[in-house]
T-cell receptor
Framework: DAKTTQPPSMDCAEGRAANLPCNHS???????VYWYRQIHSQGPQYIIH???NNETNEMASLIITEDRKSSTLILPHATLRDTAVYYC????????????FGKGTRLSVIA | GAVVSQHPSWVICKSGTSVKIECRSL??????MFWYRQFPKQSLMLMAT?????????EQGVEKDKFLINHASLTLSTLTVTSAHPEDSSFYIC????????????FGPGTRLTVL
C-alpha cells in the first residue's frame, strides 16, 4: 500500500507556480521522498527526490518539512506540458526496492 | 538520463494467444527490473520484480504461470502474457535501476495490450 496521501486533483494557471502537497506521516528515517509524473499514456518520468533537505533541479523544487511528515513539490512556472498525474512516493534507499504508486494528483495547467 | 525502451509499444492479439513484451536498458546495466500494469484511470500496480539470472518475485494476486518473466541479461527482461484474455488488456510498464545511480528508477514508455 502507498504510504502517501495526495489531493486527487489540482488546477494551476499557466505561468504560475504549481505547489503540490504530499503527506507521509509514517515515513521512516531511511526513506526518501520521490516525485514522479506521468503524462497520459506514457511511462512515469522522474522529477526529484530528497531525504530531509530541500532540493532543487532544473524541473522543480522539493520542500520537506523538518519533521519529514509532509513535503511540497513546486513547479516554478507551470506550462501546459506540465499537465500530468504527479506521484509522491516514499522509498528506502535501495535500488532493489520497487516504487509503490498511490493515486497521485492530477494537475491541470490552464491557459 | 538513462533510457529504458519497450517493444512493442502496442499490440492487439486474439484471446488465447501469448504475447511477449521486451524491456531493455539502452545505455546502462540493470540487475533489477520491475514490471507494472495500469488499467484505465488507475495507478500503476507492481506485478513483479525481475532479477538478472534468478527467478522473478511476484506480487500477491499475480499469477506467475500466466505472466512469465525472464531476465537473462543485464539489459533485457521479457514479460510473456500466456493465454491472454480480454481482462488482461492493460498498459504494461517496465522500469530498471541503474547500478551507477542506485536510487533512481527509470521507466519505459509502456506497452498497450489489447486482447480481443
Amino acid at each position: 500500500d502507498a504510504k502517501t496521501t495526495q489531493p486527487p486533483s489540482m488546477d494551476c494557471a499557466e505561468g504560475r507556480a504549481a505547489n503540490l502537497p504530499c503527506n507521509h506521516s509514517t515515513i521512516s528515517g531511511n526513506e526518501y521522498v520521490y516525485w514522479y509524473r506521468q503524462i497520459h499514456s506514457q511511462g512515469p518520468q522522474y522529477i526529484i527526490h530528497g531525504l530531509k533537505n530541500n532540493e532543487t533541479n532544473e524541473m522543480a523544487s522539493l520542500i520537506i518539512t523538518e519533521d519529514r511528515k509532509s513535503s511540497t513539490l513546486i513547479l516554478p512556472h507551470a506550462t501546459l506540458r506540465d499537465t500530468a498525474v504527479y506521484y509522491c512516493i516514499v522509498r528506502a534507499d535501495s535500488g532493489n526496492t520497487p516504487l509503490v504508486f498511490g493515486k497521485g494528483t492530477r494537475l491541470s495547467v490552464i491557459a | 538520463g538513462a533510457v529504458v525502451s519497450q517493444h512493442p509499444s502496442w499490440v492487439i492479439c486474439k484471446s488465447g494467444t501469448s504475447v511477449k513484451i521486451e524491456c531493455r536498458s539502452l545505455d546502462f546495466q540493470a540487475t533489477t527490473m520491475f514490471w507494472y500494469r495500469q488499467f484505465p484511470k488507475q495507478s500503476l500496480m507492481l506485478m513483479a520484480t525481475s532479477n538478472e539470472g534468478s527467478k522473478a518475485t511476484y506480487e500477491q494476486g499475480v499469477e506467475k504461470d500466466k505472466f512469465l518473466i525472464n531476465h537473462a541479461s543485464l539489459t533485457l527482461s521479457t514479460l510473456t502474457v500466456t493465454s491472454a484474455h480480454p481482462e488482461d488488456s492493460s498498459f504494461y510498464i517496465c522500469s530498471a535501476t541503474d547500478l551507477t545511480t542506485y536510487n533512481e528508477q527509470f521507466f519505459g514508455p509502456g506497452t498497450r495490450l489489447t486482447v480481443l
